[in-house]
């Protein structure tokens, strides 16, 4: 499947077909609308003052029902926010072990693949005496079991990834973390930024119906910042300690003198926000849907396109201490392709003056495909690796 061409031309200011892009799993262009949006979110807010938020709020309400389509969680509660950071902070000062008077010791168990936002922020935890369990992801066959291993009644929370951020392996078996977590009543959040609309991602074919899911349109949705989301499990209702007044909203007949909270979503929402960012993804997913690119259509093609970079670096016969492709099968890869290089940075550097837009991560070269990528902008990005391997050493 090769739809590029079709929709190259609605993607013309951020010039996809004369640029390739294979930096779709930090950052995918915007189609044209998006300018759309951030235009009548500068004429709502001229035309109605204050009244706007009326408007904004039915923005962010597609926002979240674009996420919970995504997710097939159709009467899922959404928390949205800036950044995913923002919405791990929410969740970290809702457990209980933050809201004690008495200290205990607390304990969360991760893995060493976790994106930045909750990699720094549970290192800064663990540089104040918190007990940090980091689980490595490899060897990945053992990985949930291992995670499992580290699970007990002392543990206040589990948190991990879907599809790993610097190699692109699928967690295939993070439902039974999520499940084992459950059984001892331990909040399990899981980010879901690189699996959400490239991968297929029905919460209860991957048995996280009683999973935190984080996640966000910045990378695979063409969103933009700003776009961030926290799925909050089916009947639970939080009192997180870092709390926005937009928690009050449902609040009004609720005792006076007490900091109270909405249900569900509510008691995880934020406060005031330049609602510019919904207003643009509310444009970018109304045209995602109008060209009929919907998740099992983008998983299809994104899938094409990693195949098609993963057989061609293949054939290349590439030397092992210059080029490596992952350890992990094809099957078990999400979005993008990572290939293991001592020299990450100068391949991003040289592929970037062919006007090839690559990133790395520590020893990952990290080549990610989007929709409005064709077979020729790939085929020509394999031509330039297979001509550079002989510079870089």
């Not at 010039?15 to 609308?33: K, T, Y």
């Not at 909750?118 to 540089?127: S, V």
């Not at 992952?326 to 991003?348: C, M, R, Y």
Request: overall charge negative; proline content about 4%; glycine content about 6%.
């Amino acid at each position: 499947m090769n739809i590029a061409k079709d929709l190259q031309p609605y993607y013309r200011q951020f010039n996809v077909s004369e640029r390739i892009l294979l930096s779709g799993h930090s950052h995918q262009a915007w189609p044209d609308v998006a300018e759309q949006g951030v235009l009548d979110c500068f004429h709502d807010a001229a035309k109605h003052i204050d009244d706007k938020w009326e408007l904004a709020f039915e923005k962010a309400e597609k926002v979240r029902a674009f996420y919970r389509s995504l997710m097939h969680d159709f009467n899922g509660q959404i928390a949205l926010g800036q950044s995913t950071h923002e919405l791990i902070l929410r969740f970290l000062s809702d457990l209980d072990c933050f809201k004690k008077k008495k200290k205990a010791p607390i304990k969360i168990v991760t893995t060493d693949g976790e994106f930045h936002s909750m990699r720094r922020q549970l290192d800064r935890l663990k540089e104040l005496d918190i007990n940090i369990e980091v689980v490595p992801t490899q060897p990945s066959d053992t990985l949930a079991s291992r995670i499992i291993d580290k699970l007990d009644h002392s543990t206040d929370a589990v948190m991990v990834s879907a599809v790993f951020f610097a190699t692109s392996q699928i967690f295939k078996h993070i439902g039974e973390v999520a499940n084992a977590a459950t059984s001892l009543n331990i909040p399990c959040l899981v980010d879901a930024y690189h699996a959400i609309n490239v991968i297929e991602f029905d919460l209860e074919q991957w048995q996280l119906q009683n999973a935190f899911i984080i996640g966000g349109g910045y990378k695979y949705c063409q969103a933009g910042e700003g776009n961030c989301f926290m799925r909050i499990p089916h009947d639970y209702h939080g009192s997180p300690v870092i709390t926005g007044w937009f928690a009050e909203f449902e609040t009004l007949d609720q005792i006076t003198g007490k900091v109270n909270y909405g249900r569900g979503q509510g008691a995880f929402s934020g406060s005031t926000y330049d609602p510019t960012s919904h207003y643009r993804a509310a444009a970018v997913f109304d045209f995602l849907n109008q060209q009929g690119l919907t998740a099992q259509v983008l998983a299809t093609i994104n899938k094409q396109q990693v195949s098609r970079l993963w057989q061609g670096i293949e054939s290349l016969n590439i030397p092992t201490n210059i080029l490596v492709l992952p350890e992990h099968d094809i099957q078990d890869n999400a979005g993008f392709l990572s290939l293991t290089t001592p020299h990450a940075e100068k391949w991003v550097k040289l592929l970037g003056s062919k006007g090839i837009q690559t990133d790395s991560r520590g020893n990952q070269l990290r080549l990610g495909p989007a929709p409005y990528v064709s077979n020729a902008q790939i085929d020509f990005a394999l031509n330039e690796i297979e001509q550079l391997a002989g510079f870089v050493s």
